[in-house]
């Protein structure tokens, strides 16, 4: 994201997220017949970054304030996307929007340490600092990718506890034949 700068670091971080977030609802999906799974593709319901978001939060695998940063990110996201002129991170309406996102990841133990080790790494002689937005949105991009992908192998399918079929529902490890 450093060296991509403005639209291209809003566009990289979002990405990453958004496959973090992927990887986290494949972790508690039942695995797709096949090798690929379509049900992520753009065509598909799971096809974009929104409706990956509010799967995630209906089935409780992000608390709110998460669901409001990814949600947040998406929007930024799309603006970047969509613009025709250049945008900055400093935008009023972008830093707007981000505010609540920074402060809800500064709260994670992980913010400071991340924040010097960000700073060590740039702004070295001759180089120009990393200003404050892209600083910050790096770091929400890093702590939101972290701990979705930590919670991802964390997490296995659960398979349900009735099943509906032709002769009935059963739970999972019955024989077929004999329905409830």
Known sequence: MLQERGRGAVLVGAARVDAALERLLQAVLLPAPGSTDPFFQPDRPLGSFGARITLAARLGLIEPPVEQALQTLRRVRNGFAHSTTTATLTDPGHADRLFQAYAAARENSLWLPLERILQQQVGGPGEPPVEAGLRDY???????????????????????????????????????????
């Open 138 to 180: 790096i770091l929400l991009i890093t702590i939101l990718v972290a701990f979705l992908e930590a919670a991802a192998q964390q997490l296995a399918p659960q398979p349900p506890a009735v099943v509906m079929g032709f002769v009935g529902i059963r739970q999972p490890h019955q024989d077929l034949e004999k329905p409830t």
